[in-house]
């Protein structure tokens, strides 16, 4: 069984920075892309990064230049580094991965359980 356990939400004053972490836990084969999508009140789920294996990552418009999506292959895990967060940035951030379990010949969307950040004075 495969889950995705996240953490590193919280409160941040504008203009500061917090870091999201991801890891993919149980028996997987593969996994393909790792990203960060988030969902703010009232309006729909967006992609904010994702980085598929062996590729250069992709950002939304709007966080290009401040957040940065990294992996860490050997353990299974993402990171986002939200840098000069602003207002417009809080939502519940979700961890999405592209995982082929272990025994399976193909893979599925898994999706972790969300971690609200919110930015205000």
């Known amino acids: 069984q495969v889950q ?3 953490s590193g ?3 941040v004053q504008p203009g500061g920075s ?14 393909n892309v790792m990203g960060w999508y988030r969902q703010a009140p009232g309006k729909v789920r967006e992609l904010v990064a994702e980085v598929p294996t062996g590729s250069a990552p992709d950002y939304e418009d709007s966080v ?10 050997a353990n299974n895990t993402v990171y986002l580094q939200m840098n000069s967060l602003k207002a417009e940035d809080t939502a519940v ?5 592209h995982i082929r379990p272990s025994g399976m010949g ?16």
């Open 4 to 6: 995705l356990v996240e």
């Open 9 to 11: 939400g919280g409160l």
């Open 18 to 31: 917090l870091r999201l972490s991801c890891s993919a836990l149980g028996n997987i084969f593969s996994i």
């Open 64 to 73: 290009k230049g401040r957040f940065t999506i990294s992996r860490d292959n």
């Open 93 to 97: 951030y979700y961890c999405n991965a």
């Open 106 to 121: 193909y893979g599925y969307s898994y999706w972790g359980q969300g971690t609200p950040v919110t930015v205000s004075s």
